[in-house]
C-alpha cells in the first residue's frame, strides 16, 4: 500500500453510449488530477465513440466485449485499477478541481473506508425536469447524516482493499439503476464506514426528458424493491427511518399519492369521495413539505408550485414499479 496520508488514486469513468458528455467530464477530471492519480475509462459495450473519444484525450480503456451494465463495468475498473483508493466518477459529472486531494484529506480525517460526495444545485440544463431531478437529488443527500450506509456512485471514493474484501457490486444487477446500493450494503456489512462529505459538490451534466424521468423513477423503483426483497427485508425504512437516501415521508408520499389518485377519481361517480380525495391531497402536500420548501428557496416559489403535480405523478409512477418489481421477484425474476 501507499502512503496512507497521500494515498494514490483511481478515477474509474464507466461509460456506455456517453461520448455526449464524457469529453466534459475528463476535462474536468484531467484539471483536478496530479501526479498520484490514474484515469481508467471503461466502455461498457458502446456503440457511439465512446471509447475513442477517450483514447483523444490520452486516457487507457478498459473494453468489455458484452454489455454487462454499470456494475459489471465499474468492477472490471476497479480490478485493473493500481491506485489504493478507488474513486467511481459517471461519465456526466464534473468534478471540483480541488475533489481529490478533499478525498485524501477527509479519508486521513475521519479514518472512514469509503468518502460519499453530493450534488451541486448548479444544473446545467435549464429545462424543468433536469433541474427538479437534481435539485431533489441535492435535497435527499442534504437530509442525510455524516455517516451513512448507502453509496450514490456518480462520486464515491472507497479505498481498493475494502471494496475487494466486501465483495464491492452485486455484478447481477443489470443496466444503471440501483448497482450503487449494492456497494453501500456490502461495505456496511463489512463493517465499513461511508463518510458523506456535504462540502464536496459535484456538477451532474444530466438532461431529462417528462419520459425519460418517469421511465427513470419506474425503472428504480423497481429494482429496489426487488433489491429489498433479496436483502430479505419486510420493511421499505431500515434502522434510522430511512433506507439509503429515501426517508419515511417519502415513502409514505407513495401510497398518500395512490390515495389521491383513487379518491379523486371516483369523486367524478360519488361526490362523498371528494372528502378523502382532499384528506389525501393534503397529506401529500404536507408528507414533501421539507422538499417543497427547499425548492421554494433555491429556484422560487413558482419552481416550487410546478413541482408539487410532478412529485404526485413521480409518487403513482414509483408505486407502478413497486408494484412491478414484487410482482416479478414473486414470479421468480430476482434481478
Known sequence: MGDPINPTLSVILP????AATLGATLEAVRQAADAHCEILVVDDHSTDGTAETARQQGCPVVTLEEGGGAAQARTAGARAAKADVILFVDSDVWIPRDSLSRVREALARTGAGCVQGVFSTECPHTNFFSQYKNLYNCFALGELGDYIDTTYTSFTAVRKEEFFRSGGFDTGVPGASIEDRTLGRNLIRAGV??????????????????????????NR????????????????????KRFGTNSASTMVRIPAAWGLAVSGAAAFYWPPAVAAALFFAVSFIALGRNLFGFLARERGTCFAVRAVPVALLDAIVSGLGVAA?????????RY
Open 15 to 18: 461509460v456506455r453510449n456517453g
Open 193 to 218: 464506514r461511508i463518510y458523506l462529505d456535504k462540502t464536496l459538490k459535484v456538477v451532474h451534466n444530466k438532461k431529462l426528458t417528462p419520459a425519460r424521468f418517469f421511465r427513470n423513477q419506474f
Open 221 to 240: 423503483s423497481r429494482d429496489l424493491v426487488k433489491f429489498m426483497l433479496r436483502e430479505r427485508q419486510s420493511r421499505v425504512v431500515l434502522a434510522g
Open 325 to 333: 418489481g414484487a410482482a416479478e421477484y414473486a414470479a421468480g425474476k
